[in-house]
């Protein structure tokens, strides 16, 4: 199996900035997106960003403009800089791994991203 540990996560005021990061155990052999989701309290889990092994990245309206998602495939990571983050932001954000080949889902624990003055 794959396992994905989250980091970075934290607390911040209205405006500031975080990154995560998330490292994938083991070799990925396959092709896979990588991605963030959210969670927030009330609300469902959206796809935050994501990101393909050629690099192309696709993210959610909410945070286009402000997020940028980037990978390592030699290292098995996958990061997400977040600027000019507002309190609708505030949310458990975890990393998720798809293999193409055969679609399985890969999800890490979660880190906890609480923006607020």
């Known amino acids: 199996q794959v396992q994905l540990v989250e980091s970075g996560g934290g607390l911040v005021q209205p405006g500031g900035s975080l990154r995560l990061s998330c490292a994938a155990s083991g070799s990925i052999f396959s092709i896979t997106v990588m991605g963030w989701y959210r969670q927030a309290p009330g609300k469902e889990r959206e796809l935050v960003a994501s990101i393909t092994s050629g690099g192309r990245t696709n993210y959610a309206d909410s945070v286009k403009g402000r997020f940028t998602i980037s990978r390592d495939n030699a290292k098995n990571t996958v990061s997400l800089q977040m600027n000019s983050l507002n309190p609708e932001d505030t949310a458990v954000y975890l990393c998720?791994?798809?293999?193409?080949?055969?679609?399985?889902?890969?999800w890490g624990k979660g880190t906890l991203v609480t923006v607020s003055s």
């Open positions: 998720n791994v798809l293999v193409v080949r055969n679609g399985m889902n890969y």
